[in-house]
């Protein structure tokens, strides 16, 4: 029986298809071209902005022993604490990922709000400061101690927006950026790629130390620094 038999016959029997039938790339092309707003929509917002991402070091390592309660608590206490310093800083938590926080600056646009611009530094050196108050409570909760990298860069993103949540998406090369160059950071420390710290390095108290330039794709040797609180006594 030829294919296209099998397939009427299928049909009318009220047989399921395979995957390839229900499937109809076409149709869903179709239906993207014909609407103007899909599940995410991009409002049109862009502008260069300051954004920062913090990432647990090793979680994976360490929750692998763990019970499902404990392990829940354990991110539970460092993704709240990121992202509640972060909203104390004026940044918009877009989103986690697993064991890392994704978040951006709003009132920095287009640098323009240099005291904005200064709060993303704050909000970075807060974190990497919290380390010892976050693990004592990890230490009363039973919990081994979180070790986490903070990164952050200044550019280019727009904004979206997705139907099914109240939360804005971010997207550009700076997010790329940012996430590659955090490995660079040793652990509880945080570090600035080179558009931030064309920004940065007029604010006083702050130091910078240079660090190997970074390979992202196109842009070579992107420079990298760590951030860190200076002295100006």
């Known amino acids: 029986m030829c294919q296209h038999a099998i397939i009427l016959l299928m049909s009318t029997l009220n047989v399921p298809l395979n995957g ?38 090793n979680s994976t390592k360490i929750t692998a022993h763990m019970d499902s309660y404990k392990m829940s608590e354990y991110y539970r206490i460092y993704l709240n604490a990121m992202a509640e310093i972060a909203k104390e800083f004026g940044a918009v938590v877009v989103k986690n990922i697993g064991d890392s926080i994704l978040y ?10 240099k005291r904005s611009v200064q709060n993303s530094l704050e909000c970075s050196l807060a974190m990497v400061e919290s380390y010892e108050e976050i693990n004592i409570l990890m ?48 652990p509880n420390s945080t570090i600035i790629g080179g558009d931030l ?17 970074f390979s992202v794709g196109v842009r070579l040797d992107y420079p990298v620094y760590s951030l860190y609180r200076k002295d100006v006594t």
């Open 20 to 57: 390839i039938e229900r499937f109809r790339i076409k149709n869903i092309i179709e239906k993207i071209r014909a609407t103007i707003h899909g599940e995410i929509s991009f409002c049109g917002a862009q502008g260069s902005y300051c954004m920062g991402i913090v990432d647990m070091v």
């Open 104 to 113: 951006y600056f709003p009132d920095t646009c287009d640098a323009e709000d």
């Open 197 to 213: 710290y064309q920004v940065a390095r007029q604010f006083k108290g702050y130091g910078f130390h240079s660090l190997v330039g």
């Open 139 to 186: 230490t009363e909760c039973g919990l081994p101690p979180v070790n986490y990298r903070v990164s952050s860069d200044y550019g280019k993103l727009t904004i979206a927006k997705s139907l099914f949540s109240i939360r804005e998406d971010i997207f550009g090369p700076t997010v790329n950026t940012c996430a590659k160059i955090n490995g660079i950071a040793m």
